[in-house]
């Protein structure tokens, strides 16, 4: 028997566990966005990988490698975390019933928590100080569908984070991983203003030139 969707008007209900039969478990998207784009950016990589030593035949100049390593080394930074998030995404399930949303998570532990003790945030919502990301402009990791029917009711009756509030609590709930995002990120722009800006390109071309050998540097300087 499928619940109906909008959460009960009347007095709280018995809290849920996980097991029980009555949860309303939402579905995946028929469309998976992430996974597409995993598997596009294998297809580009393996491209180069075959690509790029037919290219190089009858060459003395092997440019091959330099490309190859520079599109490594840009790709694995951003595949190895992408294929983490998947597998995370697509092993927590998220279900509702009565004024209760209930979530079990990639590790196998579980939350619930009522409608109006939750905290929604920009892109999904808190529950038990952990942040359970459902998607935002047409890009769900649960089925839309879904998402309007049976969670959304409940979320309209959650507190909502401003952005500020929301930075907070990630400061707050995960200082490192806070301080590692902007470790990164400031070495990043920096390197993006020194390239598009100022003396990067130069030095960027010198560098290239000097893992080439004599013969070819001198084609590629002519």
């Known amino acids: 028997m499928t619940p109906d969707p909008e959460p009960p008007e009347s007095s ?30 294998v297809a580009l990589t393996l491209a180069l990988v075959l690509l790029i030593p037919a290219l190089d035949t009858g060459s003395q100049c092997r440019f091959g490698p330099i490309i190859l390593g520079m599109a490594l080394l840009m790709v694995v930074p951003i595949i190895i975390p992408l294929a983490l998030v998947r597998r995370r995404v697509l092993r927590t399930q998220l279900g509702v019933k009565d004024e209760w949303v209930v979530v079990r998570f990639h590790d196998n532990s579980t939350a619930s928590s009522r409608d109006r003790d939750l905290r929604v945030t920009n892109n999904g919502f808190i529950i038990d100080n ?15 569908a879904d998402l ?9 009756r959650a507190r909502k984070l401003s952005v500020s509030q929301q930075v907070a609590w990630e400061w707050r709930r995960n200082r490192r991983a806070t301080l590692l995002l902007v470790l990164l990120l400031i070495p990043a722009v920096g390197a993006f203003v020194f390239v598009e800006f100022g003396s990067g390109k ?3 071309q010198e560098l290239l030139l000097s893992l080439l050998g004599p013969e070819c540097r001198q084609a590629v300087e002519r």
């Open 12 to 41: 709280d209900t018995r809290q849920p566990g996980a097991s029980d039969m009555g949860i309303r478990w939402l579905g995946r998207p028929r469309f998976d966005a992430m996974r597409a784009l995993l598997i596009l950016i």
């Open 130 to 144: 952990r942040h359970v990301p459902i998607g935002r402009n047409n890009s769900f990791l649960f089925a839309k």
């Open 148 to 156: 309007e029917a049976y969670l959304q009711p409940r979320l309209d």
């Open 202 to 204: 130069e030095w960027l």
